[in-house]
């Protein structure tokens, strides 16, 4: 009478190997997918930006060419993809595009700023402005509820387009926002004024927390 064959077991729990891989296979699947579906979940909806340049606006445009002010948390790690981006459309369109970055500042925090990774990255880009926005002033005033919202003016001083310039969370490389931004500024006519902003909330200290985790 033949014997059975032994089926390995964990000396732990008993159970066996292959159902220990499987299930430890799917969880690892289940967070890649889980990390995707973050990436891909753009921030909260904007409000409408001003189809004009705001007059009550601390910042003030170029003169003669387009502006774009991007708006951004000092700690997002989701933002730091939005200013390499923001560095590759300046390096194409210096020599007809002006930018300011504004960074979210809580009262008495401005002295802070300056020392984060992300304020130095877009300090160091030809072409760009960066300054505080205490108490999200600006960002109210330009309708950014989003680290990575840009808006542009064109050298009259009209919207021409909102949204962000990357494709996900934390992605470099092409995106909507970016063809969109190229085409106003080549005097084409973008197929939308709007793309989706992949980035924390500015004010969700929570999301932020969260996009530093997901960026480790």
Sequence with gaps: MGSRPVQSRSPVSGAPMGALAAAWFLAVVAGFLALWVYKLRPGPEAATAPRSWPVQSSIRTSGGRATLVLFAHPRCACTRATISELARLMARFHDRLDARVLFAASPGEEAELARTDLWS??????????????????????????????????????????????SARGHEGDSFGQERIAAVLTGGTPDRASAPVFGCGLNDEGAVRIAQVNDR
Excluded: K, N
């Excluded at 300090?123 to 600006?138: F, L, Y």
């Excluded at 387009?161 to 990357?166: A, E, L, P, R, V």
């Design 121 to 166: 990255s877009a300090a160091r880009i030809p072409g760009v402005t960066v300054a505080p926005d205490p108490s999200g002033v600006e960002a109210r005033r330009f309708g950014a509820e989003t680290s990575g919202a840009a808006v542009l003016y064109d050298a009259t001083g009209a919207l021409a387009f909102q949204g962000g310039i990357t």
